[in-house]
């Protein structure tokens, strides 16, 4: 996993705008955003993904950046004074608290401009109408309903209470959609992915994404601010439900033990079984909780 | 021209989400943003410019709507307190005034992705690596090195006096990339516009863009707010350089005159003149002011 972190870091300083481009501050700030830190889920699961189809890792480095982007991009915005008001992440000040509000709302915009054109100004499949699916795709993960729409939903629910189909409804939006499209472009950059991998990687990847959020809510109530390097217990000061609201802890962690065993039977099914994408899917659950 | 705005209007009201589906007040404050105002600049661009080489008119409907799309998240961005506070935008409350400062930030994110769908999930082009251009375009002209960073330039700039190489630096971002990028993909739809086209009417997109900002800057120092249906005045209360406060009012209306002239002379070139292009340029140089 190192080598795919290192591999996708690389990738992102090359297509972040250098400092030495006009607006310097503007460029600074993306970069701060981006570099240097941060788990790089996303990214992983789309080299994984694309590996078990054989596609060119070269093409998936730029997937996975404008994967990480969109990621890059959502955490500034969701930490503004006007969204979750959060002051670390990743183990440093956020964006606007670095910089300024107004600096990190165009840090944000500017991510999400990027990463489409990092998906689409260079050749990341043999059929160019395949590569315009891709980029449609992670338009459709990212927009109002997929992610941002995950977390307009995730707004109106503070002091609510949900019922499980309503979390799963927010979480399958706000963060599943873009983990299940960074399973799908990785191995969409494979001109040999069928239609029946992709059904399945698919399947894989939507399981992959309630998942990571489950156990991100069970880690937000249970862990503390050095290990997550952000904010902890975030999720109940704001009074916003969670599945460890909803559920209580016990009931979320055997929750998620179902849907690793899921997850896994979906990748036995693959031909030659699920690669590092297990392996992705084990740190997934088993993160420190 | 009211032909060709209900057209886009059409269309934009097709490609937006209805409120019928989750998130609805998401979706209904995205179409309190796009719909039912505006001046559709760029949407009569992109028309105009398709029809001098022969476009197809229904993908024109689609390129029209995703420039209007990123302009419409842009202003929603920029009405926000954290940049330049406005309440009142096309004669109506802004977005984050309507709704809340997180509704806004949430409508411009989903506004910004939407653009990129339109763009790559249905077919723009007959040639889908044209269509990929085409969304490289738009998104180089929406980021850090087109609008996004002209904004923060723009940001940088209050009470700063700026030459007016620094001045023309800030608009050719803020305001000329995008409607250069409107003229480029609504011809870029044609399938037989070549080269020496595309690159004429780049040369009008580009005049064209500089002097839209500049009768912006003239009318904004000079117009009531009734007229302007946003606040008026706002440039210099906020104490940031324009046209008028680097060359003075006079100046400035000169300056509008030579790049009309200039806009002209290079629609003179095109083979067959610049159509509705001549039209649109001579409103966007001789609105009141």
Do not use: W
Request: glycine share 10%; charged share 25%; net charge negative.
């Amino acid at each position: 996993m190192l080598e795919r972190q290192g591999r996708v870091e690389a990738a992102l300083e090359g297509v972040l705008p250098g400092v030495e481009h006009a607006p310097s501050q503007l460029h600074s700030a993306m970069r701060y955003a981006v570099l240097g830190g941060g788990k790089r889920v996303r990214p992983l699961l789309a080299y994984a993904a694309g590996e078990l189809v054989g596609a060119d890792p070269r093409r998936v480095d730029l997937v996975a950046s404008s994967v990480e982007l969109i990621h890059a991009y959502s955490l500034v915005h969701d930490d503004l004074p006007c969204m979750d008001d959060d002051r670390l992440r990743r183990g440093k000040p956020t964006v606007h608290v670095e910089y300024d509000d107004a600096t990190a709302l165009l840090v944000g915009d500017s991510l999400h401009s990027l990463a489409f054109q990092v998906l689409t100004e260079n050749a990341l499949a043999s059929d160019a109408t395949r590569q315009l699916q891709m980029a449609a795709t992670l338009a459709r993960a990212a927009g109002s309903r997929g992610m941002a729409g995950g977390q307009a939903i995730d707004l109106q629910s503070v002091g609510k209470r949900l019922s499980v189909p309503e979390l799963e409804f927010m979480h399958v939006h706000k963060t599943g959609a873009l983990i299940r499209a960074s399973v799908q472009l990785g191995a969409m950059c494979a001109d040999s992915a069928g239609a029946v991998d992709l059904e399945l990687l698919d399947r894989f990847g939507k399981v992959a994404g309630l998942g990571f959020q489950l156990v991100d809510d069970v880690l937000d109530a249970a862990a503390s601010t050095a290990t997550l390097g952000k904010t902890a217990g975030k999720d109940a000061s704001d009074n916003k439900p969670t599945y460890v609201t909803v559920l209580g802890v016990e009931r979320s962690r055997k929750l998620a033990i179902e849907l690793y065993d899921e997850a896994l039977a979906v990748l036995e099914q693959l031909p030659h079984g699920g690669g590092r994408l297990g392996d992705i899917a084990r740190f997934i659950f088993h993160r420190e909780f």
